[in-house]
């Protein structure tokens, strides 16, 4: 069995930085890619990005592409969402969660999620 925990949210202005982690512990070997997904208020869970746990393969929603990075550091069993320039519509609640289906983007493929952590960000 494997557990996602995400951590590092906050309140931050527009044009701030964050990063958020997002730490895998039991079967660790078992985990193909990591997701970070954010849901706002009063809108769907979406996609934000991917990464393949081996090799380090990435992928982006349009909507980040430029501003956030998604890295791993497989020792620590840790995955991180480096968020730059960020914006008000990037208020959300950040979740991880796994997926043996390479990087997909549809939440339906993803399980093991995690609580969520909040970051908003005023203008």
């Known amino acids: 069995q494997v557990q996602l925990v995400e951590s590092g949210g906050g309140s931050v202005q527009a044009g701030d930085s964050l990063r958020l982690s997002c730490v895998v512990s039991?079967?660790?070997?078992?985990?193909?890619?990591v997701g970070w997904f954010r849901r706002a208020p009063g809108k769907d869970r979406e996609f934000v990005a991917a990464i393949v746990r081996i090799g380090g393969d990435t992928r982006y929603a349009d909507s980040v592409k430029d501003r956030f990075t998604v890295s791993r550091d497989n020792p620590k069993n840790t995955v991180y969402l480096q968020m730059n320039s960020l914006k008000p519509e990037d208020t959300a609640v950040y979740f991880c969660?796994?997926?043996?289906?390479?990087?997909?983007?549809?939440?339906?493929?993803?399980?093991?999620w995690g609580q969520g952590t909040q970051v908003t960000v005023s203008s």
């Open positions: 969660a796994q997926t043996n289906r390479g990087l997909v983007t549809a939440s339906a493929f993803y399980y093991s």
């Open positions: 039991g079967r660790t070997n078992s985990v193909y890619t």
